[in-house]
């Protein structure tokens, strides 16, 4: 599967912006499709995935109750939906793909097989 994110750009502090990863491919709604970012000079983090099938949703501590992560399997696309944006939100964020992963695996970057090319967001204050 291709992944490819868009929707990034410059917002300001206390925005918000709607990130999108649309995929190619078959068989999308097998994919657990994750957000990770990276900061300059940081690792990259998980940021939110949403499981195949069913679409349970997953975050990080640091996104929860600001952050929202939604699939539309028809359109082969997933949303993350930031409100709230903080400065230290700034950072590219990557989409991944990974079919099948197991519920454990969800925020572990190594599991995910597809990445999209990343777009970057920038919270200014």
């Known amino acids: 599967v291709q992944l490819q994110a868009c929707g990034g750009g410059a917002v300001q502090a206390g925005g918000s912006r709607r990130l999108s990863c649309s995929a190619s491919?078959?068989?999308?709604?097998?994919?657990?499709v994750a957000w990770f970012r990276q900061a300059a000079g940081k690792e990259r983090e998980f940021v939110s995935a949403?499981?195949?099938?069913?679409?349970?949703?997953y975050y990080s501590d640091s996104v929860k109750g600001r952050f929202t992560i939604s699939r539309d399997n028809d359109k082969k696309t997933v949303y993350l939906q930031m409100n709230s944006l903080q400065l230290e939100d700034t950072a590219v964020y990557y989409c991944?793909?990974?079919?099948?992963?197991?519920?454990?695996?969800?925020?572990?970057?190594?599991?995910?097989?597809?990445w999209g090319q990343g777009t970057q967001v920038t919270v200014a204050s």
């Open positions: 991944a793909a990974a079919s099948f992963l197991h519920d454990d695996y969800y925020s572990v970057k190594r599991y995910y097989n597809f």
């Open positions: 949403v499981k195949y099938g069913v679409g349970t949703t």
């Open positions: 491919g078959r068989q999308f709604i097998n994919y657990t």
